[in-house]
């Protein structure tokens, strides 16, 4: 089969999986592959490493992992890509939900980027959605979990159905996954009414003033919100009700839950002395924002070794990798390629065999072979893998597309 005939069996393939089946819909790549020229770009650019390239073109090898964040739609030099929608009633990372967004668990919503679209405007739709349905239950108590753009909203909304609400957070701030936007990225949303009577009006705006409105709203409003909250259990009971298991925190006793924990999950911690330093991060947004300074890069795998990299390359930084294992470990064949030339010309540090004992405002103490050994710092990055969120669904009983 030639590139243009596979390209409209996909199509075609696609558009039968749509009409043929009722399962919810997802955005997905399609790539036309009489276009495509194999530049590897939208493979590069997937952050859920989705993309893959077979037999010199690009196709989307992983569905199961893709959320439709659409960059590699963008990243294609030819625009060989287009985003489609197909049915995702089989992902096995997709929870099955009505459409007031409910689980197979009574009572149980889960809304936003955790229910299958990459967007900020469906976060927002779908909290609608879900406390609707509540408004009509009127229970007693609403935990809401998670202060990204969906969990805001439902908090919102909770308060304008004078429904009695929590938003539990792990982090110290809200705003989930624009966070960890790159400064200044300009967000594509759609004009979109919110609780309240809010709004965002405009196609797009910066990241920072798309935190700026959520900050203005939450203390206009006073939406309740727990941080440093870390949901680790939810537990249902007999009657229907359930008890939330924080991490170092009582439980939270309610009748209904609105999970909005995103998909990138919990950063995994080191748990030392230290940790809990402003200087301490789980994620490089900005490389350009860290200059002269003294860099202690945790971990061996590809984010961390990209972020070593990146924060090699800024005026004046010293960078250091420390990994308990004695060479990197799967990380992608360019990313080694690279990493061998920046520790051949001494851009980057690693200290193998290395473990973090304590962080304070000016150092790193670190246990190696040799002994533990001190250096100054000012700035730790920790990639060390993280938790993510579907064990804690599982947990609670609810279903997944396949089951
Ligand atoms: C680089 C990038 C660019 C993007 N650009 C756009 C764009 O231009 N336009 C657009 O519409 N969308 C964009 N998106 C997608 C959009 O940001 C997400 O779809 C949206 O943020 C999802 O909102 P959410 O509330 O479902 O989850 P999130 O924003 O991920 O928030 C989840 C929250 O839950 C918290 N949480 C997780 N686990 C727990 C736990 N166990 N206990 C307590 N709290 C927990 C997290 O800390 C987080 O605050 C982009 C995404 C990325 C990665
Ligand atoms: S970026 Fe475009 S041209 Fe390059 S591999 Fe992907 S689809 Fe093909």
Not at 7 to 30: C, F, I, K, W, Y
């Amino acid at each position: 089969m030639n590139k243009q005939n596979k390209s409209v069996q996909q199509t075609r393939n696609l558009a039968e999986t749509m009409s043929s089946s009722p399962g919810p819909l997802g955005d997905h790549p399609l790539v036309n592959l009489s276009l495509c020229i194999g530049c590897g770009s939208c493979v590069d650019a997937c952050p859920e490493h989705a993309m893959g390239l077979v037999e010199g073109h690009s196709e989307l090898i992983f569905p199961g992992k893709c959320v439709g964040h659409a960059v590699c739609r963008d990243a294609c030099p030819v625009e060989a890509i287009t985003i489609t929608q197909a049915d995702q009633s089989t992902r096995s990372d997709i929870p099955v939900l009505n459409p007031s967004k409910e689980s197979s668990v009574p009572n149980l919503f889960i809304i936003g980027e955790l229910a299958g679209q990459a967007l900020i405007r469906v976060a927002i739709n779908d909290a609608f959605k879900s406390v609707a349905e509540l408004k009509k239950r009127n229970p007693k108590h609403v935990a809401i979990i998670g202060a990204g753009p969906g969990g805001m909203t439902a908090g919102m909304a909770c308060k304008e159905a004078n429904l009695t609400y929590t938003v539990l957070e792990q982090n110290e701030h809200f705003g989930g996954t624009i966070n960890h936007y790159p400064r200044r990225k300009l967000v594509m949303t759609a004009p979109v009414e919110l609780p309240l009577g809010e709004k965002l009006s405009k196609l797009e705006y910066r990241k920072e003033k798309l935190l700026e409105f959520w900050t203005e709203w939450t203390s206009k409003h006073n939406i309740q919100i727990q941080f440093g909250s870390k949901v680790n259990a939810i537990q249902v009971h007999e009657d229907g009700s359930f008890t939330i298991t924080l991490e170092g925190k009582e439980p939270v006793q309610c009748d209904a839950v609105i999970l909005a924990l995103g998909r990138r999950g919990s950063p995994r911690k080191l748990n030392v002395p230290g940790e809990n330093l402003e200087k301490v991060a789980y994620t490089l947004i900005d490389a350009a924002a860290f200059k002269k300074s003294k860099v202690l890069i945790v971990g061996g795998g590809d984010s961390a070794v990209e972020a070593a990299m990146a924060l090699s390359f800024q005026e004046g930084n010293e960078v250091t990798i420390s990994y308990r294992q004695d060479a990197f470990g799967r990380i992608k064949a360019r990313n080694q390629e690279r990493i061998d030339q920046y520790l051949k010309k001494g851009k980057i540090k690693v200290i193998w065999n290395s473990s973090v004992t304590e962080i304070d405002e000016t150092s790193v103490t670190l246990s190696t072979p040799e002994g533990s050994i001190t250096l100054k710092n000012d700035e730790v990055f920790i990639f060390a893998g993280g938790e993510l969120p579907f064990p804690l669904l599982k947990s609670a009983g609810v279903k997944f597309g396949g089951e």
